[in-house]
């Protein structure tokens, strides 16, 4: 019997939710066909059959959670089955139990466990040491699912895990992506939110938002790159990017999706319009890769959309800043020293101040206001 694992998804992503088989026990599967569909934090994912074969069980139900190298299925042995590699297949590590004769001097499989622990319990990074304690996790207990051995965020938040309460219903998929997102991004940013407002009534009715808020954010970041950045904490050290990769909040019926529109900055009017329009299409149906959700450097909200003038954002390390736009409202502005009704665009900027300085947020925001308050 060869046994298929859930193999590496990719992007770091450290477990999926089956969200429904495409075989089932005595089927008989060609090489490529698509076994089984699952939910990552990024994306649905299909995964295919390693190798030609009958189908001897399956051993995940839908809609469990379960952690790269679960076993997933098993195909039955038979003349027809190809036996070769199996993509994701885990060697079983053999029983190292140390019987009575074991040679003077020799750790007991019980010692060396106690040691393997300790090792592993110093494979994590004070973040992620943090958070074992605020979960009350022991960190000895783990083993880590990260490079290296390396214990990450994903293994101390599933051995958090406590059964669901009566009448609450858990969080999955996108959902449950956002919360730990954002409470990961309360608990390890300094985040601070500056606001201002742009008078854009020298925009043409032909005008589109987010595309004047995307070239006003590309601007900002030229003005201030520090804004365009990623931040390890572990190291205290910041990482510029010349190019301007921007997260797009898109609100779903899943919940919050932020796909990456890659090289904002060198994209003309034309092009940003097809690329929005496509994105936002494709999250919606969540057919996005997991890289195409992955390694923003800054990222756009425009939640004026739908509600709200400003607002304090969640900043999702690495990146350092969002800037949010609000609902267009109607103010009243002095207008060569008379009155006039002009409409006005609310901006919400929520930056990490341990890579970010006031100066760098405010020089940032000066230069979008000024490139949204010019005419189309």
């Given at each position: 019997m060869t046994v298929f694992r859930l193999p590496d998804l990719g992007e770091?992503?450290?477990?999926?939710?089956?969200?429904?088989?495409?075989?089932?026990a005595g089927d008989h599967v060609v090489a490529d066909q698509p076994l089984v569909s699952v939910e990552t934090e990024k994306a649905v994912v299909e995964i295919p059959s390693p190798q030609a074969g009958h189908i001897a069980e399956l051993f995940v139900a839908v809609g469990e959670r379960v952690p790269i190298g679960t076993a997933l299925l098993s195909f039955a042995e038979t003349p027809h089955t190809d036996t070769g590699t199996?993509?994701?297949?885990?060697?079983?590590?053999?029983?190292?139990?140390?019987?009575?004769?074991?040679?003077?001097?020799?750790?007991?499989?019980?010692q060396h466990l106690s040691s393997s622990r300790r090792t592993i319990a110093t494979k994590a990074a004070p973040r992620i040491r943090a958070l074992?304690?605020?979960?009350?996790?022991?960190?000895?207990?783990?083993s880590g699912g990260g490079p290296g051995g390396a214990i990450t965020a994903a293994d101390v938040e599933r051995a958090a895990r406590v059964d669901v309460p009566e009448g609450y219903e858990p969080l999955r998929g996108a959902r449950r992506s956002m919360a730990l997102a954002m409470a990961r991004s309360q608990h390890s940013v300094a985040a601070t939110t500056l606001t201002e407002e742009a008078d854009i009534e020298s925009w043409s009715d032909a005008a589109r938002p987010t595309v004047r808020l995307i070239r006003a954010l590309v601007v900002g970041c030229h003005a201030a790159p520090a804004l365009n950045a990623w931040y390890d904490e572990d190291?205290?050290?910041?990482r510029r990017h010349?190019?301007?990769?921007?997260?797009?909040?898109?609100?779903?019926?899943?919940?919050?999706?932020?796909?990456?529109?890659?090289?904002?900055?060198?994209?003309?009017?034309?092009?940003?319009?097809?690329?929005?329009?496509?994105?936002?299409t494709r999250a919606r149906q969540r057919t996005l890769t997991p890289r195409e959700l992955s390694d923003a450097t800054i990222t756009l909200s425009n939640f004026g959309m739908l509600a709200g003038l400003h607002a304090a954002l969640m900043v999702v390390p690495p990146q350092v800043a969002i800037l949010g736009a609000g609902r267009i409202v109607r103010r009243v502005v002095d207008q060569n020293g008379g009155l006039a009704l002009h409409r006005t665009l609310p901006l919400s900027l929520t930056f990490d101040h341990r890579a970010v300085t006031g100066g760098d947020a405010a020089r940032f925001l000066r230069a979008a206001v000024r490139d949204l308050e010019a005419a189309d």
């Amino acid at each position: 019997m060869t046994v298929f694992r859930l193999p590496d998804l990719g992007e770091g992503l450290q477990e999926a939710e089956i969200v429904s088989w495409h075989v089932s026990a005595g089927d008989h599967v060609v090489a490529d066909q698509p076994l089984v569909s699952v939910e990552t934090e990024k994306a649905v994912v299909e995964i295919p059959s390693p190798q030609a074969g009958h189908i001897a069980e399956l051993f995940v139900a839908v809609g469990e959670r379960v952690p790269i190298g679960t076993a997933l299925l098993s195909f039955a042995e038979t003349p027809h089955t190809d036996t070769g590699t199996v993509v994701g297949e885990i060697p079983q590590a053999s029983d190292t139990t140390a019987g009575p004769s074991t040679p003077p001097g020799r750790a007991t499989r019980q010692q060396h466990l106690s040691s393997s622990r300790r090792t592993i319990a110093t494979k994590a990074a004070p973040r992620i040491r943090a958070l074992a304690k605020r979960l009350n996790v022991d960190l000895a207990t783990l083993s880590g699912g990260g490079p290296g051995g390396a214990i990450t965020a994903a293994d101390v938040e599933r051995a958090a895990r406590v059964d669901v309460p009566e009448g609450y219903e858990p969080l999955r998929g996108a959902r449950r992506s956002m919360a730990l997102a954002m409470a990961r991004s309360q608990h390890s940013v300094a985040a601070t939110t500056l606001t201002e407002e742009a008078d854009i009534e020298s925009w043409s009715d032909a005008a589109r938002p987010t595309v004047r808020l995307i070239r006003a954010l590309v601007v900002g970041c030229h003005a201030a790159p520090a804004l365009n950045a990623w931040y390890d904490e572990d190291a205290v050290a910041a990482r510029r990017h010349t190019t301007v990769d921007l997260g797009l909040a898109v609100d779903t019926e899943d919940g919050l999706l932020v796909p990456v529109l890659r090289g904002a900055e060198g994209l003309e009017v034309a092009g940003l319009n097809d690329a929005i329009a496509d994105l936002k299409t494709r999250a919606r149906q969540r057919t996005l890769t997991p890289r195409e959700l992955s390694d923003a450097t800054i990222t756009l909200s425009n939640f004026g959309m739908l509600a709200g003038l400003h607002a304090a954002l969640m900043v999702v390390p690495p990146q350092v800043a969002i800037l949010g736009a609000g609902r267009i409202v109607r103010r009243v502005v002095d207008q060569n020293g008379g009155l006039a009704l002009h409409r006005t665009l609310p901006l919400s900027l929520t930056f990490d101040h341990r890579a970010v300085t006031g100066g760098d947020a405010a020089r940032f925001l000066r230069a979008a206001v000024r490139d949204l308050e010019a005419a189309d």
